[in-house]
């Protein structure tokens, strides 16, 4: 059965540092993953997804994840952390041969001046 | 171009009451979504529809509804609300399957049961 697991509830970094979102999941086929952020009060928005196209998919707001399947990883990145960053953010799995998707618990990003 | 919206934002129910959540996306999507968010847990499916006139169930359907009379409303009605019902609710829209394409998503409704 598939599963996501995002390995940090919180994450705190300085404004300008590295940011890394660490997810995991778990799947025997090559599933669809994708990154959603959750700003304060507000609905969920897509990141960024990928579908077995390039690894390394590019998404909005200088955001990138890299899917690596010999680690069934997907974990998110950032050079230069903004403010703006400060957030909650979803990783979420497809499941096999159904359009379901399964969400993470979320991690908090906290960014720091 | 409003997007997904949702009303209300803020309400407070006495158990045993009922209500609607009223949802509405001018995007035209087939698909439509009702989420619930629990503090520390990932979003959970309540009912979903992929068109005007079909409903189904989601993951946790039990003491909810929904009707789809039209593509741009899809209103979830809580029937007898219970403190299990304590959540933030979001709505959120679709063109393609959810697997496939962007989910767009409502600013959410918090409810709470007292």
């Known amino acids: 059965a598939q599963s996501v697991t995002q390995l940090d509830s919180h994450v705190s970094v300085s404004e300008g540092t590295p940011v890394l979102l660490r997810c995991n999941y778990s799947s025997s086929y090559s599933p669809s993953l994708f990154w959603y952020v959750q700003h304060p009060n507000k609905g969920l928005q897509l990141l960024l997804k990928y579908t077995s196209a390039a690894t390394l998919v590019k998404g909005i707001n200088g955001f990138e994840a890299e899917f690596k399947k010999s680690e069934t990883s997907f974990h998110l990145t950032k050079p230069s952390a903004h403010m703006s960053d400060a957030a909650e953010y979803f990783c979420?799995?497809?499941?096999?041969?159904?359009?379901?998707?399964?969400f993470g618990t979320g991690t908090r990003l906290q960014v720091f001046p | 171009n409003a997007g997904v919206t949702q009303t209300p934002k803020f309400r407070i129910l006495k158990i045993g009451q009922s209500m609607t959540l009223q949802c509405t996306q001018d995007?035209?999507?087939?698909?439509m979504y009702w989420y619930r968010q629990d503090p520390g847990m990932g979003l959970k499916l309540i009912y979903y529809s992929v068109g005007a006139g079909i409903t189904d169930k989601g993951e946790v359907p039990n003491g909810y509804n929904v009707s789809r009379s039209t593509t741009e409303d899809f209103p979830l009605r809580l029937e007898l609300a219970a403190p299990s019902q304590t959540s933030v609710y979001f709505c959120?829209?679709?063109?393609?399957?959810?697997?496939?394409?962007?989910?767009?998503f409502g600013e959410g409704s918090r409810l709470t049961v007292l």
């Open positions: 979420v799995v497809s499941v096999y041969n159904t359009d379901k998707l399964i």
């Open positions: 959120a829209s679709s063109y393609f399957a959810r697997n496939t394409g962007e989910l767009f």
């Open positions: 995007m035209n999507h087939n698909y």
